[in-house]
């Protein structure tokens, strides 16, 4: 119990005093967005590539992984896009963007440290396998369903222009690259130089604390505004509903006991950034999608810790 405190302490320690940090103006806003880049741009894509080159993946069971979160994830999608829609009726584009919040984990900027704090390298590793399908994936999709809607609302839509701008896009993304790039290496055989080496681990290392510091200044941009309840409903969907789910996802799927935790821990997570940076690029769901943020995170310090424990309690 102690070593799980310490850890709720330790994740959530670091993301309010990111918090405090822009709140007093100790540091500038502009100072939390450089921390957010250098993380997403360097800290994260070379912790991916160290993970990679080094992970041992043998008792993962990958497909048994993807099938128990991507099921669970797809479940509470639709039943958020449904509780947007029919309960709390919003448009289509509105309710898509409900679905995303509902299932869409921070598994970047607060899951992977939260991992690596919970269950150390061994369960990066794990964790990398869900992310390297998790953002093509779900924003894949999410794609393909606003080009569906504006299809319907008469928009002339370009399919293959969407599909290869989003190809493009994702080719750009630094983590995929630190993924591929540590799987290209692993797959040659050859060791890392002992300089590159330790300037990897150096800066691979600074990864976790820094990602959670940028992320409790940048929690500063969002605040509370409209749309509170549906906002307060998506949140704990989020935070309950998905790893319920998937608890029964791991047992029916027959993970072994790590990759059953961190995949129940991963479900556990607040929504990301991402289901609002779709919201502002179709004109919907802003406050939906920001508030769900700010709810579920503050929430989380809560519920990742009880998650945790009932994971520890039944998988060991």
Same mark, same amino acid.
């Given at each position: 119990?102690?070593?799980?405190?310490?850890?709720?302490?330790?994740?959530?320690?670091?993301?309010?005093?990111? @918090?405090?940090?822009?709140?007093?103006?100790?540091?500038?806003?502009?100072?939390?967005?450089?921390?957010?880049?250098?993380?997403?741009?360097?800290?994260?894509?070379?912790?991916?590539?160290?993970?990679?080159?080094?992970?041992?993946?043998?008792?993962?069971?990958?497909?048994?992984?993807?099938?128990?979160?991507?099921?669970?994830?797809?479940?509470?999608?639709?039943?958020?896009?449904?509780?947007?829609?029919?309960?709390?009726?919003?448009?289509?584009?509105?309710?898509?963007?409900?679905?995303?919040?509902?299932?869409?984990?921070?598994?970047?900027?607060?899951?992977?440290? @939260?991992?690596?704090?919970?269950?150390?390298?061994?369960?990066?590793?794990?964790?990398?396998?869900?992310?390297?399908?998790?953002?093509?994936?779900?924003?894949?999709?999410?794609?393909?369903?606003?080009?569906?809607?504006?299809?319907?609302?008469?928009?002339?839509?370009?399919?293959?222009?969407?599909?290869?701008?989003?190809?493009?896009?994702?080719?750009?993304?630094?983590?995929?690259?630190?993924?591929?790039?540590?799987?290209?290496?692993?797959?040659?055989?050859?060791?890392?130089?002992?300089?590159?080496?330790?300037?990897?681990?150096?800066?691979?290392?600074?990864?976790?604390?820094?990602?959670?510091?940028?992320?409790?200044?940048?929690?500063?941009?969002?605040?509370?505004?409209?749309?509170?309840?549906?906002?307060?409903?998506?949140?704990?969907?989020?935070?309950?509903?998905?790893?319920?789910?998937?608890?029964?996802?791991?047992?029916?799927?027959?993970?072994?006991?790590?990759?059953?935790?961190?995949?129940?821990?991963?479900?556990?997570?607040?929504?990301?950034?991402?289901?609002?940076?779709?919201?502002?690029?179709?004109?919907?769901?802003?406050?939906?999608?920001?508030?769900?943020?700010?709810?579920?995170?503050?929430?989380?310090?809560?519920?990742?810790?009880?998650?945790?424990?009932?994971?520890?309690?039944?998988?060991?």
């Amino acid at each position: 119990m102690a070593a799980l405190v310490l850890t709720i302490a330790y994740v959530f320690g670091l993301v309010a005093l990111g @918090f405090g940090a822009g709140t007093t103006r100790l540091l500038k806003p502009d100072v939390g967005d450089a921390l957010t880049d250098f993380v997403n741009v360097i800290a994260l894509p070379v912790l991916m590539f160290r993970t990679m080159t080094s992970a041992d993946f043998g008792a993962a069971a990958p497909w048994s992984l993807w099938s128990a979160y991507f099921l669970s994830a797809a479940i509470i999608w639709a039943l958020g896009q449904l509780v947007t829609s029919k309960v709390f009726r919003r448009e289509r584009k509105a309710a898509i963007i409900g679905g995303l919040t509902a299932s869409y984990s921070n598994l970047v900027l607060l899951g992977l440290p @939260f991992i690596q704090s919970a269950f150390g390298h061994d369960g990066v590793s794990i964790l990398s396998l869900i992310l390297a399908v998790h953002l093509p994936l779900m924003l894949g999709v999410s794609a393909i369903q606003f080009a569906l809607a504006e299809r319907e609302e008469g928009q002339r839509v370009d399919a293959w222009r969407e599909v290869a701008n989003f190809l493009k896009a994702l080719a750009g993304n630094k983590l995929v690259i630190g993924i591929l790039a540590g799987l290209a290496w692993r797959l040659s055989g050859l060791p890392l130089p002992s300089l590159v080496e330790r300037m990897v681990d150096t800066l691979a290392a600074t990864a976790g604390p820094l990602a959670l510091f940028g992320m409790g200044m940048g929690l500063l941009r969002f605040g509370i505004s409209a749309n509170f309840m549906p906002a307060l409903t998506l949140a704990l969907m989020k935070l309950f509903l998905m790893p319920a789910l998937m608890t029964l996802a791991v047992i029916l799927f027959g993970l072994p006991p790590l990759a059953a935790k961190v995949a129940l821990v991963s479900a556990a997570m607040p929504v990301g950034v991402n289901p609002y940076l779709f919201a502002v690029k179709f004109g919907t769901g802003h406050a939906l999608s920001s508030n769900a943020l700010t709810l579920g995170t503050v929430m989380s310090v809560v519920s990742t810790g009880i998650w945790l424990a009932i994971a520890t309690a039944l998988f060991g």
